[in-house]
């Protein structure tokens, strides 16, 4: 941590997003937030050689209004991100590397790349997808699926790979799809050694919750 100042504005930063972000029931709740949070300081911590002030309001904004609930707009995250810094006296250049990170964080499909502009805006999009993924993750599949109406699972409804953000983000199919759409891909994306090591246990146990899905809605005793 830099000086008193940053130290200040994480904690108001965490304040009002613990505030504003309580009892939220899609999964992006406050606790998603502070387990980005902590993820990002760990990963962080392992790699080294970045600015933490940049990687932990990166990580506290990254979902500040995100584009699933603002009717598919990826503009409002960034510059409702970008108002929220400007009641600070924060420098210009690492105001813009926080909002950078609020517009590239998203996933957009899995034909479609994601790249990030700066090592601490890695750190955070892993720190975003491992709780994406593992038994976390599939709580908040289902958590996220429920709260826009989709079914558990259809077998007549296949996946399929989306190479467009528009695509992928009017999709309404069965939630587990997105194992396939989006889950299971996500090993493969992660940017950081550290996020690639812990990504393989959390990928693991998708693979187990999958392979116990299919044998249960078999619907036998086994
Ligand atoms: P991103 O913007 O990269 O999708 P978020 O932090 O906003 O990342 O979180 C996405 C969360 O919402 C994940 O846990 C993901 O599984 C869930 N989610 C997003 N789209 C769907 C979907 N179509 N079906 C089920 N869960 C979804
Ligand atoms: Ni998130």
Redo the contacts with the bound molecule.
């Keep these: 941590m830099k000086n008193n100042q940053d130290k200040e504005i994480i904690l108001a930063t965490e304040k009002y997003l613990k505030e504003n972000f309580a009892g939220e029931a899609t999964?992006?709740d406050w606790y998603?937030i502070r387990r980005v949070w902590n993820l990002s300081k760990s990963i962080a911590d392992e790699e080294g050689d970045v600015d933490m002030f940049i990687v932990e309001m990166g990580a506290l904004l990254?979902?500040i209004a995100?584009h699933?609930f603002h009717g598919g707009d990826e503009t409002v995250g960034p510059q409702r991100a970008a108002e929220y810094l400007n009641q600070y006296d924060i420098d210009e250049q690492s105001k813009q590397k926080i909002v950078q990170i609020v517009e590239e964080?998203?996933?957009k499909g899995l034909g479609v790349a994601t790249i990030m502009s700066t090592k601490e805006g890695e750190i955070v999009q892993d720190a975003?997808?491992l709780?994406?993924m593992g038994a976390i993750?599939v709580a908040?599949?289902f958590a996220?699926?429920g709260s826009k109406g989709?079914p558990i699972y259809d077998p007549l409804i296949k996946p399929v790979c989306h190479t467009s953000f528009a695509a992928y983000k009017t999709?309404t199919?069965p939630?587990l799809n997105?194992f396939y759409e989006?889950?299971l891909g996500l090993k493969d994306r992660l940017n950081t050694d550290t996020g690639r090591k812990e990504g393989e246990r959390r990928h693991a146990f998708m693979e187990d919750f999958l392979q116990n899905f299919y044998r249960d809605w078999d619907a036998r005793i086994q």
Excluded: C, E, M, Q
Aim: glycine content about 12%; cysteine-free.
């Design positions: 999964g992006h998603h990254h979902d995100d699933k964080i998203s996933f975003d997808r709780d994406a993750g908040r599949a996220y699926g989709r999709s199919a939630t997105h989006k889950l």
